[in-house]
């Protein structure tokens, strides 16, 4: 298996009060769309996100923000201040070196796109993959639970692959079906064959988290916080 390539380091953000109303006057820019406000407010925006430089170093230190700069930066949109913040969030996530972060189940078209994922993912990722057919017992269930599991473990990669398109269809026939594989690093840490075996004939998401936590395989889970409460956060 070959290693983990390197982790391209993102850019670091600008700290301070300053340096984080630059960013959010860098990010309302780009996230405008250009057609439809007036010429003469992308202007300002395009001025505020990137203030001309002056020979003068006091310049830079002493420049304030105009009246017609404070009213624009009041009227723009809670949409837009949410998405700015979470943005953030994910960024720093990402820079502490947790991993990224997924939400729903990635389908794997074929064997090159299954030995990617388990070759070059973040090395703290854990990739769950479920190998299945259309119509073998237990296939759709599973495919179900694992929905559900991606939207509790957002640090969890999970994908699924038929077995015909990995290439190898002769070691997944319908017998060992379905089957779990679980990797972190390029390194598998769980082979699960004919997985199923080891529920009732009906299981849900819960049965399936279960048995992945006996063997220690899942993080801790996160629980996102509800619009509600992302609206009525404070921004520090």
């Keep these: 298996m070959s290693e ?18 630059h960013d959010w006057r860098k990010f309302k820019l780009e996230s405008e ?11 300002l925006l395009r001025q505020m996100s990137n ?20 009213e624009m930066i009041q009227e723009e949109d809670e ?13 720093m996530h990402e820079r502490l070196s947790f991993g990224p972060k997924f939400d729903s189940v990635f389908d794997l078209e074929s064997g090159e796109a299954f030995l990617d994922v388990i070759e070059n993912e973040h090395h ?15 296939c759709d269930a599973l495919n179900n639970c694992l929905t559900c ?3 509790e473990y957002s640090t969890v990669k999970f994908c699924r692959i038929r077995a015909s398109a990995t290439g ?20 598998m840490l769980g082979n699960f064959l004919c997985v199923t ?11 399936v988290e279960n048995f992945l936590n006996e063997y220690g395989l899942l993080p801790e889970k996160e629980f996102a916080a509800s619009p509600d409460e992302e609206e009525n956060a404070d921004v520090e």
């Design 33 to 43: 769309d250009h057609d439809s406000i007036p010429s003469n407010k992308r202007e």
């Design 4 to 21: 983990s390539p390197e982790i391209e380091e993102l850019p670091a953000t600008q700290t301070g009060p300053k340096g984080v109303i």
């Design 79 to 91: 949409q837009c201040l949410r998405k700015y913040r979470k943005q953030c969030m994910q960024e």
């Design 168 to 187: 190898a269809g002769e070691r997944f026939s319908e017998d060992v079906l379905p089957t779990l594989l679980v990797y972190k690093a390029g390194e």
């Design 197 to 207: 075996k080891h529920m009732n004939e009906e299981f849900f998401a819960t049965d």
């Design 51 to 70: 203030p001309r430089s002056s020979d003068d170093p006091r310049d830079k230190v002493n420049r304030k923000m105009s009246i017609q700069e404070y």
């Design 124 to 138: 703290l990722t854990l990739v769950v993959v479920h190998i299945y057919e259309d119509g073998i017992g237990g």
């Design 149 to 151: 599991l991606a939207a």
